[in-house]
């Protein structure tokens, strides 16, 4: 019986960050080596940071990639430890994992598959190296192996598959499996999106079971560089059976999540298999004295709380943005976030966030800890309660008109109330006014709204922007942007007026749901360790209906009376977007979902209405502030979905869908006449 205590580390890093990243690291393989583990694996770029870019392209970030390693390797004593840096070979540049064992580097293995879709990018910094291909590279006047490797420490083989080489259809683990791999180690970079982690679950079980091995999982942790996000998902499986998992979303440098395998019995599935044998110069061996393991009771993973309850989107998108933005304010060092609080669904759920995201990592490591990691703030270091940092971190700012109504300002105003948050109230009527009357002296004429609707909306939007831009520079706050990712789609929105902002924690999320969240969130709330942390504060916005309240009031404006239906909104950016569907196409599936309360004209209108906004306005999208990757499609056009700025606008396809309608009106008028 061969038992080996093994692990997987996640870790918080950040692009560049040289000497956190390399303490993050170490404390972690110190961590690991008191818990008595002797494999230890861990993510993908660790050492550099997933998401640095262009500047994967300098000499100097490799060089430096390569100092951090080679003193990470001093302290791997007795242990086995996988580290991902790129390495620069015959010019171009790999992303690798490095083999250490007993302060030693066995060999760098490199990445054979790049994503290069959606938000990735790695074929465009990265080289891919060909299956069965192994060499040799210099470092420090050392030579070591390089490519793609087997490792056998004391009869016990180690193979990679490094993150997107899993999510293929030809994995390496087929052939892992051909040359008797014990163990496969997984470091991977993979980006949160909606219950990713169920299919990463399911790979990683059917990798074990499939290629008759331990495989071992690990991801990065947090908000790393701006955009994305990473929920810390580790596991470690054997044999077809998943032994642990580690909780997800924590606040935490790093955490290391162990089991106990046992290599031999893997083999008694793999020897009843038949495969061939595999030639090649592909194994790397050495010694390791592996220490005696006694065996362990059963392991079995269990999901966390949240993720067995019936809110498990609801559940993500609460922990996955609060975390995100703990990390943005840390690594900007920033002292806090400002919110221009109109008392809206969407600023509200901004303002939630920041009170959650508090309220979250006070459960995951504490008030102090919490402190600590933001030290710079000095103004929060002498609180004590969540209400008293709330009140320092999170400025609310309410900029009424004369069209604002008494509704928004309790919403807005309760809700800050709730969680502690800073209130200010002031009036910009009179600014309002001052504008509007400089430019009626200039072109002569009064502005009304008969005339000039869309002016008249707009400037009260854009006279909020340098009050909320002046209160967040006085605190060195962080600005949110608070459009949603229904009004991103069609542009509905106020460029440099509602749309300022540092960063947009909503813009990766449809209206439709994000109402449904903040009731949730109001009356449910997050499910920690069997207690609920809720927001109850969201009682008034919740009762209200979205609208922009740029109109007189009388006019009772509302976003759905402006636009369409929220829900159906998102229906036709599935379709027309996601899908790359043209709009007769749109205007079938839509029938096909709401021919029950739409007629065919009405949904014919708002697919039209849908397509002309999104083309005109894609010169918008490319002036967001930067949001969260939540799901497996976006609308960030540096993130996931391009368009060009100036197009045909679908002129042709629209005609398309007039004239197939004119057809379908014809053709039901002759059946009338026939009968």
């Not at 991902?84 to 083999?99: H, S």
């Not at 947009?504 to 903040?518: E, Q, R, S, T, V």
Request: hydrophobic content about 40%; aromatic content about 10%.
């Amino acid at each position: 019986m061969k038992l080996i205590k093994v692990a997987a580390g996640t870790l918080n890093q950040t692009p560049l960050a040289w000497e956190q990243n390399q303490k993050n690291i170490i404390d972690c393989i110190k961590e690991a080596d008191k818990q008595d583990v002797s494999l230890l694996c861990l993510p993908e770029l660790c050492i550099t940071g997933y998401g640095c870019e262009d500047a994967f392209y300098s000499w100097d970030l490799v060089e430096q990639a390569k100092e951090s390693l080679l003193e990470i390797v001093q302290h791997t004593s007795g242990m086995i430890v996988s580290v991902g840096l790129p390495i620069r070979f015959n010019n171009k540049v790999y992303n690798t994992a490095c083999l250490i064992a007993n302060k030693k580097i066995l060999g760098f293995v490199c990445k054979q598959h790049l994503p290069n879709y959606g938000v990735f990018y790695e074929d465009r910094w990265f080289h891919r190296w060909q299956a069965g291909v192994r060499d040799e590279i210099e470092i420090d006047e050392f030579k070591y192996p390089i490519g793609d490797l087997v490792f056998e420490l004391s009869g016990v083989r180690i193979g990679f598959e490094i993150c997107e080489d899993a999510w293929v259809a030809n994995r390496p683990g087929r052939t892992m499996f051909d040359r008797g791999v014990d163990i496969i180690l997984n470091p991977s970079a993979s980006p949160f999106s909606f219950s990713k982690f169920v299919t990463r679950e399911r790979f990683v079980i059917d990798g074990s079971r499939s290629f008759a091995c331990s495989y071992i999982y690990t991801n990065l942790l947090g908000n790393e560089s701006g955009r994305l996000i990473f929920d810390g998902d580790a596991m470690i499986a054997s044999d077809g059976n998943l032994l642990v998992s580690s909780p997800r979303f924590g606040y935490e440098d790093f955490y290391v999540t162990s089991a106990v395998i046992d290599v031999e019995m893997p083999k008694v599935n793999h020897s009843q298999v038949k495969s061939p044998i595999t030639q090649g110069n592909w194994k790397v061996p050495t010694l390791f004295d592996f220490p005696e393991i006694k065996p362990v009771a059963p392991q079995t993973a269990e999901l966390e709380k949240f993720e067995r309850g019936g809110f498990l989107k609801e559940e993500e998108f609460a922990r996955a943005v609060s975390l995100a933005l703990f990390d943005y304010l840390r690594k900007s060092r920033s002292q806090g976030f400002t919110v221009s609080l109109s008392g809206g669904a969407d600023s509200c759920a901004c303002v939630a966030l920041c009170g959650l995201m508090i309220r979250l990592a006070d459960e995951s490591i504490g008030l102090e800890a919490f402190k600590k990691k933001l030290s710079f703030i000095k103004k929060i270091q002498d609180c004590t309660t969540v209400e008293e940092i709330a009140e320092k971190m999170i400025h609310s700012i309410y900029q009424g008109t004369e069209n604002s109504s008494t509704d928004t300002y309790e919403s807005a105003e309760s809700l800050a109330k709730n969680i502690g948050a800073t209130f200010y109230n002031v009036n910009i009527n009179g600014l309002v006014e001052t504008y509007k009357d400089l430019i009626e002296k200039q072109i002569g004429r009064d502005l009304t709204w008969e005339t000039d609707d869309l002016p008249l909306q707009n400037i009260q939007a854009r006279v909020r922007a340098p009050s909320v831009w002046l209160l967040t520079n006085l605190h060195n706050h962080l600005l949110l942007a608070t459009s949603n990712r229904s009004e991103v789609a069609v542009g509905y929105c106020t460029m440099d007026g509602d749309t300022a902002g540092s960063i947009n924690p909503i813009a990766g999320i449809d209206k439709f749901w994000l109402k449904k969240w903040l009731v949730w969130l109001e009356t449910v709330g997050c499910d920690v360790k069997g207690k609920h942390i809720k927001i109850e504060g969201l009682n008034k916005v919740n009762s209200l209906q979205p609208t922009a309240e740029l109109r007189p009031l009388e006019t009772k404006q509302t976003d759905e009376k402006d636009l369409m239906p929220y829900e159906v909104l998102n229906s036709i950016e599935g379709v027309a977007i996601r899908d790359k569907k043209p709009p007769l196409e749109c205007l079938l599936f839509m029938e096909a979902q709401y021919a029950d309360r739409f007629d065919r004209q009405t949904l014919a209108n708002w697919v039209e209405k849908f397509f002309r906004m999104w083309s005109r306005n894609q010169w918008k999208r490319e002036r967001y502030a930067p949001s969260f990757h939540l799901d497996s499609y976006n609308l960030d056009p540096r993130g996931w979905c391009r368009f060009p700025i100036l197009s045909g606008g679908f002129e042709k396809e629209l005609a398309d869908m007039r004239e197939y309608l004119e057809k379908g009106d014809r053709r039901k008028s002759r059946g009338r006449i026939g009968f």
